[in-house]
């Protein structure tokens, strides 16, 4: 499902379509994917999945496009208002017009109006990308991380709401892993506790 919503002018003075798809979306699977085939696996294949089924996740893809061909792109994947923030990206022949900043200024608008919780993402400490985070409200998980998170409230209010326990120990299970536990599962993998083994089979040790 594809929803506009604005006109965005770059720096060069064009006038381009800003929207939101959100999987899955048949009609524009195919554009996004080669859009973001330079990804290699396994996240093309996370995309194409996101993109063609319904997985029970809430998929978003932003993007800039002329006439529907999409010239950046920004992309959250969450569930129950945690997500993960990945897989920003501009053409190269369409850099230094601004396209990443304006794109994630609607992005964020458009997390927070629907009571958007968190977001959570990897880049490179200090890079220009980190910059450009940290000024949406994005903070490093611990001093001279690449690894970011955003709040919509802030940091306790969430981890109080979060990891509360439950009030019937009963209700505690082992699950099998599905699609839900790939936003959901990151406050635990990025949260400064005690301990360093987080996810033994993914040979996540620390936060990561």
């Known amino acids: ?6 006109d965005v002018t770059l720096k060069d003075g064009e006038q381009v379509e800003a929207g939101v798809i959100q999987g899955p979306d048949a009609d524009w699977a ?34 800039l496009h002329r006439a529907g061909e999409p010239l950046a792109n920004i992309m959250t994947i969450e569930s129950q208002g945690i997500g ?15 396209a990443s900043s304006a794109l994630m200024a609607l992005q964020m608008q458009h997390f927070g109006a629907r ?27 611990e001093p001279q991380s690449g690894y970011m998170a955003y709040y919509g409230k802030s940091q ?9 326990p439950p009030t019937d ?8 892993v599905e699609w839900t536990h790939w936003p959901l599962s990151v406050p635990l993998f990025l949260g400064d506790f005690p301990g360093i083994v987080r996810c033994v089979r993914m040979q996540i040790l620390g936060r990561q």
Do not use: C
């Not at 009571?115 to 998980?141: E, I, N």
């Not at 306790?156 to 509360?164: D, L, T």
């Not at 120990?169 to 099998?176: A, E, F, K, N, T």
């Open 30 to 63: 195919d554009r996004l994917e080669k859009l973001l085939w330079h990804k290699g696996d396994p996240w093309n294949w996370q995309n194409a999945q996101v993109l063609e089924r319904n997985l029970g996740l809430d998929a978003f893809f932003y993007v």
């Open 169 to 176: 120990p009963i209700d505690v299970r082992i699950q099998p």
């Open 156 to 164: 306790p209010a969430f981890e109080e709401y979060y990891f509360a």
């Open 84 to 98: 993960l923030f990945g897989h920003v990206w501009t053409v190269p022949a369409e850099r230094q017009k601004g």
């Open 115 to 141: 009571g958007g919780q968190a977001l959570f993402l990897g880049t490179g400490y200090d890079s220009v990308a980190y910059h450009m985070y940290r000024r949406f409200g994005f903070q490093s998980v």
């Open 1 to 6: 499902m594809y929803q506009k919503l604005a």
